[in-house]
């Protein structure tokens, strides 16, 4: 079977939808209502940048909580037996059939001042905690969202490495945390940097879990985009070069990734 | 090291899960509540299930969004094996390219996706005479889900046999025959994956549908975001109980038939390697 | 040979209900080349991960250098392996590969590069130091996995079928490398193949295993020549193995013939087995032999001919360099030292016939022939 023409629509479909688009979002942000050519769209960009802060820094906390809880659990996952481990993969996924914004929608009943949380401190006697409405609570709503998609791709590279690498480190003389050092974590790194980006990525960018759990304090990007499409400060043109930006954002974060992990099956997990 | 995991790790995994399921189970709970209120309990009803089939609007949003995650789904899944397919026989350095492209959708953050399909649709929908609706929301998921479907096709063709479909031909079948009599089989379990995770994702969708569904048309998701700015009304939860439950019941029977499956085929190749041994030894 | 390293005592390995190992009884000497040699689920794989410390065995202990090492992990044992498929570390090129052992111990710089350099040397890689493993062809990546193990001078290197993945011609250059390395380090080498050529060319000690029991062990010319039960005459080499009765000391019965031998020892009438190597038996003129066959078959071989002769319904293999037609009568004369005699044993009847067989001489060169029976096993600890 050695043609390629069935690859034709796909292609097609690809240039229209795909690159079409965001060459649009170049044109856009370049140019003003009346079509012209124009810089001012990036020349206001004081909110942008400390939007964009507060986003790198959300997003990068978050990230960073997921890969503490998720790399010991894919790690732990991928020695039990077969059984566990395809249960275990199949609870992980299953959240995702109900919908994240009913979801994320519930941690407020969860994390509202009177709250279950507090409800169950207040009978053990402890005072109330602040969360909702507070970039604690994005942070959580972030974890808790993309948490599945850093389990995933660590999982999956853990799972399929050669349990002769790790018997042949043994027979050279590695104890339990040699070998993890030496080689487990080494040839976990693709899988962790996959999952770095399908958390990063999202968290930048999100915007329902800052509305509803941030309560408006917290404004991200992804809050700023919206605004300017479907939103009250209604002004594509500006919004086009933010989304320029975060773009670059995306391709910057790609590109360093791409230096550790090897590109093409990098972000292939699901 | 197997099967010989401290108790971190078994206390890790309790709370992993119950971090995951803790807002499911508070959905669940109060799609039983007898009031409207998503803290207080004030008695079990079923209320919210009988409301939920009177509701039209939220009962349309739910079948517009099963409607294009199927039709999504499948198209997709049609596309994106053939797309692999062509991609397969190419040589390495447009393939590389095409690949990369493909890879876009997937890494991109979604917003971006749904902003620049949107520029797309309202620019060209203002030259040809169209606007936002479930067209375009349908274009805007086959163009997420085609990407995925590519990449579960693309594994099984390398594990391909290259010399499968010759060896098909050699004996007598048309190059189509060869496709569907030896290439389709080989190739089905990767395809259904595709149409699986494409399915999911589609129906998971909230932020491309937003951005490219205009104002007429809502899926499910787009109505619990349009609620969130009030109130969600616990009718929502009940659907979504009613959604999750099921998908729980078809993943559970689905994987408790291939386990069964796996341990009756163990069983008969432990049996089986027994004899091989004793006949082997010739 | 010189003094006692390791003794397996007593072991015997059961996964789930399935024995493995039925009592082991084995030592190795210092300075060795011995191999394990058996069919695939033989057992031999699971003894060798014993010594190694990947497997506990379900009873019965390891002594290495007179110490009960049962309990002693892997990384603690002053053994090293040499991995079937190598297992060479993907993330590290060739000269981390063969320094990973040094640098767990924590040898100063100066001298891992020496004895990196050293083993280089010695395996016939100088100049592949910056290669990345997966750029190197099969005998390549071969030599760093040697190079990997013995860089950390083990007492004894284990060596899991080692050749299975190269091609012959690799193989039987690999062959003399081994052994050349083996004479040149001075240490234990304890092989596993299911490789019967490759075990009687390289090993000082060869011990023969099925069914998780030891058959034989033995110098490669003992096993040769003395087998001790049919499994291992035919497992090694070719053999005619039928049917006797030793009538007394020296004198054996078959096809209601007597045959002086050179075997005593056993009961009056006593039913026993006769192997005859294909190899030593003459053909004579029909007239002047003890026995008269009809010819069946004959393959060229290269160096002989295999000629299938039919002795009343019993067929045998014979090699010669004389080409016979099929059809011919001839006759065979046997002298008594090409008559070996065995005990009879639960392997009696079921091999030596060569009435089915070209099939059967195929499948003993076959050298992926199964493997991955045993892997399966050695997958459930």
């Known amino acids: ?270 | ?282 | 040979m010189s003094k006692e390293l390791i003794r397996l005592r007593n072991i015997c390995m059961a996964f789930d209900d399935e024995q493995v190992l039925d009592n082991i009884n084995l030592y190795f000497n210092d300075s060795e080349f011995l191999t394990l040699l058996g069919p695939s689920g033989c057992g031999k794989t699971t003894t060798l991960r014993i010594i190694g410390g990947f497997t506990t065995p379900t009873s019965g202990d390891v002594i290495f250098d007179g110490v009960r090492i049962n309990d002693v992990p892997p990384h603690k044992r002053q053994i090293n392996t040499v991995f079937q498929k190598y297992a060479l570390f993907p993330h590290l090129d060739v000269f981390e590969n063969i320094a990973f052992g040094l640098r767990i111990a924590k040898v100063p710089e100066a001298e891992i590069r020496e004895r990196v350099t050293e083993m280089l040397g010695v395996v016939s890689l100088k100049g592949f130091e910056k290669r990345r493993v997966d750029q190197l062809s099969g005998g390549q990546q071969q030599r760093v996995a040697i190079a990997r193990a013995l860089v950390n001078r083990p007492k004894v290197l284990l060596l899991d079928e080692p050749l299975g993945a190269l091609d012959l011609r690799l193989r039987k250059d690999m062959q003399n490398e081994l052994k050349r390395i083996q004479q040149q380090m001075g240490i234990t080498f304890i092989y596993v193949t299911h490789d019967q050529e490759e075990a009687l060319t390289m090993s000082d000690t060869v011990v023969v295993m099925d069914k998780g029991r030891i058959q034989q062990i033995g110098t490669p010319e003992d096993i040769y020549n003395e087998p001790k039960n049919a499994f291992v005459a035919d497992f090694i080499g070719e053999s005619n193995i039928l049917d006797g009765i030793m009538h007394e000391d020296y004198v054996v019965e078959f096809f209601n013939r007597k045959f002086k031998c050179l075997d005593k020892g056993f009961a009056p009438m006593e039913p026993v087995d006769v192997v005859i190597r294909p190899e030593d038996i003459e053909i004579v003129p029909a007239d002047k032999g003890r026995l008269v066959g009809t010819v069946t078959s004959v393959t060229f071989k290269g160096v002989h001919y295999d000629t299938i002769v039919d002795f009343k319904g019993y067929k045998w293999l014979i090699q010669t360099t004389d080409y016979h037609e099929v059809g011919e009568v001839i006759g065979i004369i046997l002298n008594p030292d090409d008559i070996h005699i065995m005990k009879k044993s639960e392997y009696s009847g079921l091999f030596g016939d060569y009435s089915s067989y070209s099939a059967e001489y195929d499948e003993i060169n076959d050298p992926d022939f199964a493997e991955e029976d045993e892997e399966d096993a050695d997958d459930e600890d």
Request: proline content about 5%; aromatic content about 12%; glycine content about 6%.
């Open chain 2, 1 to 282: 090291m197997q099967n010989k995991n401290p108790v971190i790790a078994k206390v890790l995994n309790v709370l992993v899960f119950l971090f995951l399921y803790l807002p499911i189970a508070v959905l669940i709970v109060f799609s039983f509540n007898d009031s409207k209120s998503r803290t207080v309990w004030s008695g079990f009803s079923l209320h919210w299930y009988q409301e939920l089939f009177q509701d039209e609007e939220i009962l349309s949003a739910f079948s517009t969004t099963l409607t294009v995650s199927v039709l999504a789904a499948l198209i997709a899944t049609v596309l994106g094996t053939a797309a692999a397919i062509g991609f397969h026989s190419m040589k390495r350095r447009p393939r590389h390219l095409l690949l990369t492209i493909n890879n876009i959708p997937m890494t991109n953050a979604d917003i971006i996706t749904g902003v620049s399909l949107m520029l797309l649709f309202v620019f060209t929908g203002n030259l040809l005479g169209f606007s936002l609706g479930f067209g375009t929301l349908l274009v805007a998921h086959i163009t997420f889900n085609i990407p995925y479907v590519v990449l579960a096709v693309l594994p099984k063709l390398r594990q391909l046999n290259p010399n499968l479909g010759e060896a098909a031909m050699d004996l007598g079948a048309t190059p189509w025959q060869a496709f569907w009599k030896v290439l389709m089989p080989e190739l089905r379990p990767g395809i259904l994956n595709g149409l699986l995770i494409a399915f999911t994702l589609s129906i998971d969708d909230f932020v491309i549908s937003y951005f490219t569904a205009g104002s007429e048309v809502a899926t499910l998701a787009m109505q619990i975001y349009a609620m969130t700015r009030k109130r969600i009304s616990p009718e929502v939860n009940a659907l979504s109980t009613i959604l999750f439950i099921t998908v729980l019941a078809l993943l559970l029977i689905v994987n408790f038939r291939e386990m069964h499956q796996t341990k009756q085929a163990e069983k008969r190749n432990k049996a089986l390697q027994k004899d091989g041994v004793k006949g082997g030894a010739k």
């Open chain 1, 1 to 270: 079977m050695k043609t390629k023409t069935p690859a034709i629509p796909y292609v097609v479909w690809m240039a229209v939808f795909v690159v079409v688009p965001l060459l649009l979002i170049v044109v856009y942000a370049f140019t003003n209502y009346d079509g012209k050519f124009t810089l001012e769209n990036f020349t206001n960009l004081d909110v942008f940048l400390q939007v964009c802060g507060n986003s790198l820094y959300l997003a990068a906390v978050a990230t960073a909580i997921c890969l503490l809880i998720a790399y010991p659990f894919a790690y732990f996952l991928a020695q039990t037996g077969p059984t566990t481990r395809k249960v275990a993969m199949l609870f992980i996924m299953l959240p995702m059939w109900m919908n994240f914004l009913l979801r994320t929608y519930a941690w407020m009943s969860i994390l509202e001042n009177h709250g279950f949380l507090n409800q169950l401190l207040a009978l053990v006697g402890i005072p109330p905690l602040h969360i909702i409405n507070t970039d604690a609570a994005v942070i959580l709503g972030m974890v808790y969202n993309f948490l599945p998609f850093m389990i995933l791709p660590i999982f999956s590279v853990i799972e399929k490495l050669d349990r002769r690498y790790i018997e042949a480190a043994q027979d050279l003389g590695a104890g339990k945390l040699q070998v993890f050092r030496r080689v487990i974590f080494p040839l976990s790194v693709p899988g962790v940097i996959s999952g770095i980006m399908m958390v990063f990525i999202p968290s930048i960018s999100t915007f329902a879990i800052s509305k509803l759990l941030g309560g408006g304090m917290s404004f991200l990007l992804g809050d700023l985009i919206e605004m300017q499409f479907l939103g009250s400060a209604y002004n594509p043109h500006l919004g086009s070069a933010i989304s320029l930006m975060m773009l670059l954002l995306v391709i910057i974060a790609m590109l360093i990734m791409n230096r550790f992990g090897d590109g093409e099956e990098g972000a292939v997990m699901m």
